[in-house]
């Protein structure tokens, strides 16, 4: 039997990943894994107070924009915006279709010469599950994050669609290693507590930063964890009525690498910061 064992000295709480063992017919727990340490103290913002003005104000900008056009513009902008964010995503996994290729598919329906058949449903599985997400009423939980998963690996990749991986991965190229599959059930439970203590506290900014980056270092499936995190950001992001936020792919460097600096050193303020800078960025006409 595997399990988390948490031990609390001074202001810290150390994780260790445990197992059972047997000697001579008696249990005893053997220490796997050290899963570092959690400061108990009150935590430090990752935005200051003139980072959340400015986002206030795309907010505001963008509500009033919302309320002033046409909705059939505002629903063309929506779906040029899926088109776009679908792209980035996926060709941040690795997919070689091109911002025109995804707009075929998508917007006119022609599957493009030469593209696998995997690679155009990666395509449309991914605008599926945007649209899931955007329609979607209820709360951030288990059950809506195991169905988006399958949408979005439906007919790609059957084995992993909507699971919790029974496995242990590693993410090629980085120093990182997520949890091992035994801590999965521990580390999601620890992930939807600290969202339900911190969805009313957090500056929602950073309410949706944080969540990608909690849930794509957990590391939950088998495939698709970016992609459901970045979905998992827009989610908050719409709710609190934010304009969605898209990481551009040929910035995937510098996002890979404040998501790795925040994962080794366990930290938060490289990632917020760097999406903080990517939003005004996306967004200046509203600032």
């Known amino acids: 039997m595997v399990f988390i064992r948490t031990k609390k ?8 990943l445990v197992k059972t063992v047997y000697k001579n017919r008696k249990p005893k727990q053997e220490v ?8 108990l103290t009150k935590i430090k913002p990752n935005l200051s107070k003139e980072d959340i003005i400015k986002l206030d104000k795309i907010k505001d900008n963008f509500l009033s924009e919302k309320k002033r056009i046409p909705r059939l513009v505002f629903d063309k902008n929506l779906k040029n915006f899926l088109v776009k964010y679908t792209y980035n995503t996926n060709a941040i996994e690795g997919s070689a279709l091109t911002l025109r290729e995804t707009s075929l598919i998508l917007q006119d329906k022609i599957a ?9 449903r990666e395509a449309e599985n991914h605008a599926k599950a945007f649209e899931f997400m955007y329609r979607y009423k209820g709360e951030l939980d288990k ?14 990749n059957d084995e992993f669609a909507g699971k919790i991986r029974g496995f242990n991965v590693a993410i090629s190229g980085v120093v990182f290693k997520p949890p091992q599959f035994e801590a999965l059930s521990y580390e999601l439970k ?23 980056l909690k849930f ?7 495939d698709g964890n970016g992609r459901i995190s970045r979905l998992l950001m827009n989610f908050i992001l ?9 990481i551009p792919y040929v910035d995937r460097q510098d996002y890979y690498e404040s998501l790795e600096d925040c994962q080794i050193n366990k930290i938060e303020k490289p990632f917020v910061d760097y999406l ?5 960025k996306e967004y200046k006409e509203y600032s």
């Open 143 to 156: 059950e809506f994050i195991l169905k988006l998963h399958k949408i979005l690996m439906g007919d790609v």
């Open 32 to 39: 796997i894994k050290y899963m570092g340490k959690e400061d």
């Open 9 to 16: 000295i001074g202001k810290y709480r150390y994780k260790y």
């Open 276 to 280: 903080n800078k990517e939003y005004l």
């Open 112 to 120: 493009p010469k030469g593209r696998s058949l995997t690679e155009i």
């Open 238 to 246: 719409k709710n609190k009525e934010f304009p969605m936020v898209d």
């Open 216 to 222: 794509v270092t957990i590391h939950p499936f088998g």
């Open 190 to 212: 620890n992930f939807f507590k600290w969202y339900s203590a911190n969805k009313k506290k957090l500056p929602p900014f950073e309410l949706a930063s944080l969540v990608h």
